[in-house]
Each structure stands twice: as C-alpha cells, then as structure tokens.
C-alpha cells in the first residue's frame, strides 16, 4: 500500500532536541525523492529539507545549521532530526515521497498525515 506514516511529533522546549520519523510499507515508495515539509498556524505549507534517491541533501536556509535530513531505505524510512529547536519550529510536519511536476510546479506525489512539534519557550 503506498502510503507514510510520521512518529516522533510532540512538545519540547526552546533549546531542545527531536527527531522525526516517516515510515512506509512500499517499496516503491522507498526508492523515491524523500522531503519534509510544515505549516505552522495561519502560514502556508514549505519544504523544510529534501532528500534525493541518490542521497543529495537540500535544507531551507534558516534550518540548515539545526536541522539534518536523512534515509534507510533498507528500513523503508526517512528522518528530520531537529535541534536546538525554536518556539518558530511549531508547526505541523509533513513527509512526502516521490517527487513530480505538475501545473503549479514541482511537488511530492505521496503525503503523510502530519505529525505535530510544538517548541514552548
């Protein structure tokens, strides 16, 4: 079945560490482009960190020095390990697989649910 599935959301202080997890049954899915993306409250969604199949890592500039992306694909999973988080970190995360080009540009084909951090100060 093509679908991910995120763990590791939760609360943490401003200073804190967490690591996110996204986990899929197929193997097709663990082949592809991995990313993850969030939206925090009254924003729009934005790719935070992607990872391609032959492991070339791209991170949003204002993350780059706290935030790591990485892949098992023997597991069939990907990871966003955060620290030092800050209060501006809240936000719902989002991983995605396979990546495409459609009319508004490019995209991931396959979502998760979300999982949520929420970084009190």
């Known amino acids: 079945q093509d679908e991910l599935v995120e763990s590791g959301g939760g609360s943490v202080q401003a200073g804190g560490s967490l690591k996110l997890s996204c986990a899929t049954s197929?193997?097709?899915?663990?082949?592809?482009?991995k990313a993850w993306y969030r939206q925090a409250p009254g924003k729009e969604r934005e790719l935070v960190a992607a990872?391609?199949?032959?492991?070339?890592?791209t991170v949003k500039d204002s993350v780059k020095d706290r935030f790591t992306i990485s892949r098992d694909d023997a597991e069939k999973m990907h990871y966003l390990e955060m620290n030092r988080l800050k209060t501006e970190d809240t936000a719902v995360y989002y991983c995605?697989?396979?990546?495409?080009?459609?009319?508004?540009?490019?995209?991931?084909?396959?979502w998760g649910q979300g999982t949520l951090l929420t970084v009190s100060s």
């Open positions: 995605a697989a396979c990546r495409v080009y459609r009319n508004e540009g490019w995209t991931y084909r396959f």
């Open positions: 197929s193997s097709i899915l663990a082949e592809c482009d």
């Open positions: 990872i391609s199949k032959d492991f070339i890592t």
